[in-house]
Nanobody, 123 residues
Framework: QVQLVESGGGSVQAGGSLRLSCAVS????????MAWFRQVPGKEREWVAD???????NYADSVKGRFTISKANAKDILYLQMNTLNTEDTAMYYC?????????????????WGQGTQVTVSS
């Protein structure tokens, strides 16, 4: 059974930093795309960043230059380093896994999701 477990969320003041982690277990295929999404109550879930098996990364314009997605392959852990946070970054953050080794632009292609970790940025 594939499980994704996020951690690292919390409360921080604007301008601060957080690092989110997503531990993957039960997935043995070896190649996959992983991504971070976020959602604010009452709004649609928003794609934040993704990373393909080969390490190629993509970022939403709203986080480009401030967030960095990476993974520790040997440990099956996905990270999201978030710097220069602002109040608009407040959301529940989810990691997701798609079984193909390249990243596809649709949220619907991700088969596995974590339970989310809350990030709150105060001014």
């Amino acid at each position: 059974q594939v499980q994704l477990v996020e951690s690292g969320g919390g409360s921080v003041q604007a301008g601060g930093s957080l690092r989110l982690s997503c531990a993957v277990s039960g997935y043995t295929a070896g190649t996959y795309c992983m991504a971070w999404f976020r959602q604010v109550p009452g709004k649609e879930r928003e794609w934040v960043a993704d990373i393909a098996s080969a390490g190629n990364t993509n970022y939403a314009d709203s986080v480009k230059g401030r967030f960095t997605i990476s993974k520790a392959n040997a440990k099956d852990i996905l990270y999201l380093q978030m710097n220069t946070l602002n109040t608009e970054d407040t959301a529940m953050y989810y990691c997701a896994l798609d079984r193909v080794p390249w990243c596809r632009p649709s949220e619907a292609t991700f088969q596995y999701w974590g339970q989310g970790t809350q990030v709150t940025v105060s001014s």
